[in-house]
């Protein structure tokens, strides 16, 4: 996930702001990490670059 | 590019359609964002373009193609995690008109089922769009005959949103058309 995204990126449920954690990233992007929302004190993952921002009821596979 | 997964929409005439029309209307300087995305192909050619794209899906599979090739990519449903503004709104929805035991039980449901009417994304999309608009901003969004045109453009009405029909191809006893939407400045809403 590149980093600018963190601009067009907000809670799903509330709208809010959500906070990144990087747990992974190189050069270009995010790689591994959470955005957490603390309103909702929901964590959404960026896995393998992508970050899911399906609510948590939606987003099984 | 690896070859498109079965279950992630693999582009068609309807593609090459939005992709062609928005060549057409979009210049360097736009945040572009595409809704569904599938394989990416249109957001793949509009950053080799120059513009800033940022694309959605919902089906993972579709997501982590996208990806691959390069595109900006969430995955969510239709605009929900997202804010901002853009100056150009893509979208290839889900228009086919499906009967519930018609469904297919799979990720490219998402890519084809419109619901009973062929609307029903449309609707959730069209309701939520001009948010997400700049005040010159554009969508486009590509429907069918069988999606019903003049449903649509009410749809858009409804949404305080003008039209033009950009594009259109006749394909297999149906029509496909390329709907431009912007919001109406003179009309308050």
């Known amino acids: ?61 | 590019m690896p070859i498109i997964p079965p279950q992630v929409y693999s582009p068609a005439e309807d593609t090459v359609l939005l992709l062609n029309a928005s060549l057409r209307i979009v210049s360097p300087s736009d945040r572009v964002l595409e809704i569904g995305t599938g394989s990416g192909a249109i957001a793949a050619a509009l950053m080799d373009f120059g513009a800033t794209v940022a694309a959605t899906d919902i089906n993972p599979l579709a997501a982590s193609y996208a990806y691959r090739r390069g595109v900006p990519v969430i995955r969510c449903n239709l605009f929900e995690g997202i804010r901002g503004s853009f100056d150009l709104i893509l979208f290839n929805p889900p228009y086919l008109p499906t009967a519930p035991d018609e469904r297919i039980d799979d990720w490219l449901e998402y890519a084809l089922d419109g619901g009973e009417d062929g609307r029903e994304t449309i609707r959730r999309f069209l309701a939520a769009a001009p948010a997400f608009l700049s005040s010159n901003g554009k969508i486009l969004l590509l429907i069918s005959s069988l999606t019903g045109i003049p449903e649509v453009l009410e749809l858009f009405a409804d949404a305080g949103m003008i039209t033009f029909a950009v594009a259109e191809e006749s394909i297999e006893g149906e029509k496909l058309v390329v709907l431009l939407g912007m919001k109406d400045l003179c009309r308050a809403l």
């Open chain 1, 1 to 61: 996930m590149k980093r600018w995204l963190m601009d067009i990126l907000c809670c799903p449920v509330c709208k809010g702001d959500i906070v990144l954690t990087v747990t992974e990233e190189n050069e270009e992007e995010i790689i591994e990490g959470t955005l957490r929302c603390d309103a909702c004190q929901v964590n959404y993952p960026i896995h393998e670059g992508i970050p899911n921002l399906l609510p948590p009821e939606s987003a099984s596979e």
